[in-house]
């Protein structure tokens, strides 16, 4: 009888192995454009807030100053910063700070979107158009934002329209640079196919050209939503009424300075939940796009 090993066993020897999900990370981690699965993701996301938060508790540990490496006046500890949540949301109203800024971010901002999207379409499409917005273009978007606030009380005067009118210039450029770029990326294949089937000018634009750039221009506007919300702390700072940009200067100024970081962490988490939802809805209105899943 022979000692060789049967045609199963060879087989079951040549099949390779398969390399588990964390050791494939690894392999891959210095891959120039390896792209990471979502648990990765996830991982160096955390790793990431942990690294933080580590050097955070390391740099204000000790309960005097003295005993400290950076000053409790300049950063609290987590749980002196965590601990004040309270006062700042029920004794300096948050949430009705925030809801007003947000409705001003949504006027300013829905306003430039209402004039520098359609200027934007006719921009990437007619070529004389784009010639002719083009200074105001490259002007509204090199100008420093902080210029703007001069420029906002002498044509808004004072009361709510300086900063609806403040967010209005500042976004407006950008939304109409974007929009005629979306436009312009729109292949002109897509043009000449609908010419040969007999479209007009007006079909080819409203029914291809609007149609295939709309998904970018969307985005666009979601990206841009967020640096919106970001302006509003330059905005409300032209009268010191109210909003989260006022808490945030009311606190550096006469404290208690640990609500500054809490502003800025609850700011960026709710400026987060807002591109989430508008990310959902972008993906349902444009399924033909981003696909069903």
Known sequence: MSDAPGPDTRKEEAR???ASPVAGFFTGFFKI????????RAFMAMLCIGGIA???????????AAERIVSPTTIGSPAEVFGSFPSLWFDRALTRNLAVSLWRVLQGFGLAVLVGVP???????????????API????????????????????GTGEAPKIGFLFIA???FILFDASRA????????????????????????????????????NSVRLLFGLAFGYIIVAEALDMDSGIGVLI?????????????????????????????????????????????
């Open 16 to 18: 390779p192995r398969r």
């Open 33 to 40: 454009r390896d792209e990471p699965s979502v648990v990765g």
């Open 54 to 64: 580590a050097l955070w508790f390391y740099v204000t540990r000790g309960a005097t």
């Open 119 to 133: 200027i934007g379409i006719l921009c990437g499409a007619y070529k004389r158009i784009d010639a002719f917005f």
């Open 137 to 156: 273009s490259i002007f509204g978007r090199n100008v420093p934002v902080v210029a703007l606030v001069p420029l906002a009380l002498l044509w808004f």
């Open 171 to 173: 976004c407006v450029a």
């Open 183 to 218: 436009v312009g990326d729109v292949s002109s294949d897509y043009l000449d196919t609908a010419y040969t089937l007999g479209a007009s000018r007006r079909q080819a634009l409203t029914k291809v050209i609007i149609p295939l750039a709309m998904p970018a221009i969307f």
């Open 249 to 293: 200067m009311q606190s550096q100024r006469r404290g208690p300075r640990e609500h500054v970081y809490l502003i800025l962490l609850f700011i960026t988490v709710v400026a987060f939940l807002l591109d989430r939802v508008l990310y959902f809805v972008q993906r349902r209105l444009f399924a033909y796009r981003y696909g069903r899943s």
